[in-house]
């Protein structure tokens, strides 16, 4: 039953990434995003250009693994650059420097 809500979730989180920007960015609700306003580089504490879980929850120690999963559009595993800006640009986050 997990895998099948997964895999339902999984579908609508990359189907939400081919719709214009004026959509959701996937349909799940978070909780504040201006939260999770973060540099990508900041996060990604390898430097290998994606940000894993473990880096993501040890950046943002409170969240939730599903904010992680609505991020993750591609459902790698893993947030690129792409993903997270996507993410921010969704929910009209800025640059943080």
Do not use: C, R
């Not at 879980?53 to 950046?59: C, D, P």
């Amino acid at each position: 039953m997990q895998k099948i809500i997964f895999l339902t979730m999984a579908f609508f989180l990359v189907s939400a990434a081919g719709y214009s920007s004026d959509t959701q960015h996937h349909p799940t609700a978070l909780p504040n995003p201006e939260s999770y306003n973060a540099h990508f580089g900041d996060m990604d504490a390898d430097g290998d250009d994606l940000v894993n879980a473990e880096e993501f929850s040890a950046y943002f120690q409170d969240a939730e693994p599903a904010v992680f999963t609505a991020i993750d559009l591609n459902q790698d595993g893993n947030i690129d650059h792409d993903e997270w800006h996507a993410f921010k640009k969704a929910h009209g986050l800025k640059h943080k420097e």
